[in-house]
């Protein structure tokens, strides 16, 4: 207890501690002028003592009500001393204590500062500690808190939207994103979200670093919520041993050999399991993955299951017995909790035979029962009973053998010929759109071309996402209903087209990326598109990589070479798979290409023949290649091979 009656106690560990202030020079200084002033406040501290009698209000005309004063309530204790200090030495009949046989309370001081709400902050507001006794209590009092740092963390994982995504692709993405190996306890789905547990703080910091950072196929990011949890109840309720070793003793009992089935149907009831007090409650991940483990070491070529009157309400437990037993034929869930037909989506991968649903609630969701029958061959379409009842066969293309898509195709381009051509025009595109000054690709656009760029729809504020940037000049005609705007951001004549192009964040393509198709050909006109990745250079987000489809409508320009008539750009976020991939493979240097050097009057004659034939650069070189630099043979050969109709349109489309 202080000199001034008050007392001052926190918890901490066994013994006492009695802090001193030992501050030096200013600091001590201020400390005894704030200790002198606060005992001479505390001298005047007796105007409030009881030696003056405590007036009390008046009330008014004859009947006085009780007033807020008089009344026996707790005061809050607020100030440096406590509640009001009227209240606060009144007895509960109003009388004034004058004695030290009381419990001890703090003597209130009008100057004094608030304490601290905290019971660790034991400093003053310079920084030191007070001058103030703390007793610390024992360690047997703290007993709880310290068990409780004892058990291992566990943290809850929850993927919102996950149900969309397969397990295996999820949590592969995860495990090569993250930068810890980690083990998923009872991955499941609920409602829409997709949750597993994590069991140390080091795997959930990994895990909350790559949210965001996977990208599925819609385009959309994946988010990672991490919440620390109690343990997981396939953790906390695990079987022993010696309960399991009784469990697979049951299972063996009900297992019949010559029909390869097993009849659990009200296991929880087993009088053998009851004798032994031990509770298989199929609900429970704990017991359902005991039961699944020891089908797929001891009966994995099972074919009939009989899970009937186990109170089943969701069958996500039941999803790993699809690769454990895949030749599973009969399955019976009757007289079960499902209520919806959406429950079965979980066990579709069977490719069941037989199936009994009756008796659980999803069976009173439809109008008929043929609008039953064909909700269930939805999710089995090679059912032929249900519930006990024929249907008639099913419709279906049964092919055994697994059938593969065909692997993606690279660039298409026609002909050799137009893949020079769009080769070499990309090259040099791009080249001077990723340099600083893109005011040189006016040579590449028509008096009157015409750009767009879309980026794809989001529920997010457009404005905020990481396409932000583009958002303002996006011309996606789905979303975008206004005529007057779509016509606004559709830019006209080469002059706003590129100085439209001007204005979008600096990039660098990566050129090993491309893939080029080419969907349209003719003698005046070469429609192609162009896949591929770049990244920004000079914004917030340069580490972001985008994913672009370019079109580009363009025709023959004389020497110019092509001319861009049409440019519709679109850019999206990249995928994880488009991420990894990019700027991996250097880009081909012109070093590189097999063009062979000319000498100055070989030069001179592939110029004059050009121009003499009409031909591009390309087939006038060819020309007199095959000709040995013969220019006479070379032209006799030319009109020749002319006359008959044997040189190609694409000889005479000169490139940019």
Not at 218 to 231: E, K, M
Not at 526 to 540: A, I, N, P, Q
Not at 550 to 576: E, H, K, M, S, Y
Request: hydrophobic content about 30%; charged content about 25%.
């Amino acid at each position: 207890m202080a000199e001034d009656g008050r007392h001052y106690s926190a918890p901490q560990r066994s013994g006492s501690v009695n802090y001193q202030f030992q501050g030096k020079g200013t600091d001590q200084g201020r400390w005894n002028w704030r200790k002198e002033k606060g005992d001479r406040y505390g001298e005047h501290d007796d105007r409030v003592s009881g030696n003056f009698p405590i007036r009390k209000k008046k009330g008014r005309g004859p009947f006085r009500w009780k007033m807020y004063s008089d009344a026996n309530h707790k005061p809050r204790n607020r100030g440096g001393g406590g509640g009001n200090p009227r209240l606060r030495f009144e007895d509960e009949d109003g009388d004034v204590a004058m004695n030290d046989h009381d419990a001890p309370r703090p003597r209130f001081s009008p100057y004094g500062s608030r304490p601290s709400r905290r019971p660790g902050n034991w400093h003053d507001s310079e920084g030191g500690p007070s001058n103030i006794h703390v007793t610390v209590k024992p360690n047997s009092e703290r007993g709880s808190s310290n068990n409780a740092n004892t058990r291992r963390n566990w943290f809850k994982i929850t993927i919102p939207y996950g149900k969309k995504y397969d397990k295996t692709w999820l949590l592969s993405n995860l495990q090569s994103m993250s930068s810890v190996p980690f083990n998923p306890v009872q991955f499941h789905y609920d409602g829409n979200k997709a949750l597993f547990y994590v069991e140390d703080s080091t795997t959930a910091n990994a895990l909350k670093q790559v949210s965001r950072r996977i990208i599925d196929k819609d385009l959309y990011r994946v988010v990672i919520i991490i919440n620390q949890s109690a343990p997981p109840s396939s953790v906390s309720n695990e079987l022993k041993a010696e309960e399991i070793v009784h469990i697979k003793q049951c299972m063996s009992k009900r297992y019949d050999g010559s029909q390869q089935a097993l009849d659990l149907n009200t296991v929880r009831s087993d009088p053998d399991l009851v004798s032994q007090n031990i509770e298989v409650v199929l609900n429970r991940r704990n017991s359902m993955s005991t039961v699944v483990k020891i089908i797929e070491e001891n009966i994995p070529e099972l074919l009939s299951l009989n899970l009937g009157n186990n109170k089943l309400y969701r069958l996500e437990d039941l999803t790993d017995l699809i690769s454990k037993a895949p030749g599973l034929k009969i399955l019976n869930l009757s007289r079960n909790e499902l209520k919806s037909e959406r429950d079965l989506d979980k066990i579709k991968g069977f490719k069941l035979e037989e199936l009994w649903l009756e008796g659980n609630p999803l069976c009173g969701n439809f109008r008929d029962q043929a609008t039953y029958v064909s909700a269930v061959r939805e999710k089995f379409p090679k059912l032929l009973r249900l519930d006990g009842h024929d249907l008639p066969p099913p419709i279906s293309f049964d092919v055994e053998t697994p059938t593969t898509l065909p692997s993606c195709k690279g660039s298409y381009f026609g002909t050799e010929e137009i893949k020079v051509i769009v080769t070499r025009f990309i090259q040099q595109y791009y080249s001077v759109y990723d340099s600083t000054d893109r005011q040189g690709l006016l040579d590449a656009y028509h008096d009157t071309a015409c750009c767009s760029l879309s980026i794809p729809f989001t529920q997010q504020n457009p404005a905020r996402s990481s396409l932000g940037e583009y958002f303002k000049e996006s011309r996606n005609v789905k979303r975008l209903k206004d005529p007057t705007l779509r016509a606004r951001l559709l830019k006209h004549t080469r002059l706003n087209v590129v100085a439209f192009l001007n204005e979008l964040p600096k990039t660098q393509h990566d050129t090993a990326s491309f893939i080029v198709d080419v969907s349209t050909q003719t003698n005046t006109l070469l429609c192609f598109t162009v896949h591929g990745v770049f990244k920004e250079v000079d914004s917030k987000s340069r580490e972001s990589v985008r994913a672009f489809s370019r079109v580009f409508v363009a025709v023959p320009a004389g020497n110019a070479g092509l001319c861009i008539v049409n440019d519709q750009l679109f850019i999206r976020n990249a995928t994880t798979e488009e991420i990894r991939k990019a700027f991996v493979t250097p880009a081909p240097t012109p070093s590189s290409s097999p063009v062979p050097t000319l000498t100055a009057p070989q030069q001179e004659m592939l110029q004059l023949f050009s121009q003499q034939s009409s031909m591009n650069i390309e087939w006038s070189q060819k020309c007199l290649q095959d000709n040995d630099w013969d220019f006479n043979q070379a032209a006799q050969i030319f009109t020749q091979l002319k006359a008959e109709g044997k040189i190609p349109e694409i000889a005479f489309v000169r490139q940019l």
